[in-house]
């Protein structure tokens, strides 16, 4: 269902694209810059704005003498920074419950066994989430001044965003840990975009926020601790082999994306 859903977005974006280049155009350009993105939501307490960079390409087509549409075609490197606590549980006894009983000598789920399962675990950690999009930005510009050499606008707009590649790097007690198998974050992101541009010439100071709609899952510090252990018979026993993920359960990492990006827009 993922896959078929990023390959219907894929297409219709695609065809949109296609339609919007293939129109007469009035400018075109470059553009590079540098973004600042920070995650909001869950487990995201100590994140902070981290620093990425855009580079594309966009064209002009005016609708009437106030209004302007603007499609562009970028590739982002953003940095989502994490430093802070985190948590997993563990289900000692592996026999698929967790927290059944409390450190206080008592059966609480009437099992005949005490203690049964740890509580929850807290560690450090500190990293980022290294994100590289595929952006395609639909934007209109309204045109504030009549002047064509020096003028501000305002824009704003959907910006169509596709993951190709992630990685997740961080440390915890001086050890370094490094994940590519990011599998479970979403290929397709959408921001909406607002922001003022000042014109000077052939060139274009753009300072936006993008703003992301759809959540981001991530993996946890936790759950790319456990992928990197060699034997997990060391915590859970000899009877649970290689199949640990039936006996731990993650925090969960997951966010809205807000960026602060500033672009320099050249014509040619």
Not at 99 to 112: A, F, K, M, S, T
Not at 140 to 161: V, W
Request: glycine content about 8%.
């Amino acid at each position: 269902m993922k896959i078929s859903r990023t390959v219907l977005f894929i297409t219709l974006i695609a065809s949109l694209c296609t339609s919007l280049f293939a129109i007469e155009i009035d400018e075109k350009g470059i553009k590079l810059g540098i973004n600042y993105t920070r995650l909001f939501g869950n487990a995201t307490e100590n994140t902070d704005f981290t620093p990425g960079f855009s580079i594309g390409a966009f064209i002009n087509k005016r609708v009437n003498n106030w209004l302007v549409i603007q499609p562009e075609l970028l590739l982002s490197s953003k940095l989502v920074y994490r430093d802070g606590e985190e948590r997993f549980y563990l289900d000692n006894d592996a026999d698929g419950s967790f927290d059944e009983d409390e450190y206080d000598l008592i059966d609480n789920d009437g099992d005949g066994l005490i203690d049964e399962d740890r509580s929850e675990l807290y560690f450090q950690t500190k990293g980022h989430y290294q994100l590289y999009y595929l952006e395609i930005p639909i934007l209109f510009k309204t045109i504030t001044q009549k002047s064509s050499s020096n003028r501000i606008n305002l824009i704003f707009g959907p910006s169509f965003n596709f993951l190709l590649k992630d990685e997740y790097k961080f440390t915890n007690n001086g050890n370094e840990f490094h994940s590519s198998d990011m599998s479970g974050t979403d290929t397709f992101n959408l921001e909406v975009m607002c922001g003022i541009e000042y014109k000077i010439g052939k060139y274009v100071i753009e300072l936006r926020l993008d703003q992301g709609v759809t959540k981001n899952n991530y993996k946890s510090a936790g759950e790319v601790m456990m992928d990197s252990f060699e034997s997990y018979e060391e915590i859970f026993g000899p009877s649970v082999g290689d199949d640990y993920s039936d006996y731990c359960r993650y925090q969960k990492v997951s966010g809205y994306n807000t960026s602060v990006t500033l672009l320099l827009n050249i014509f040619f």
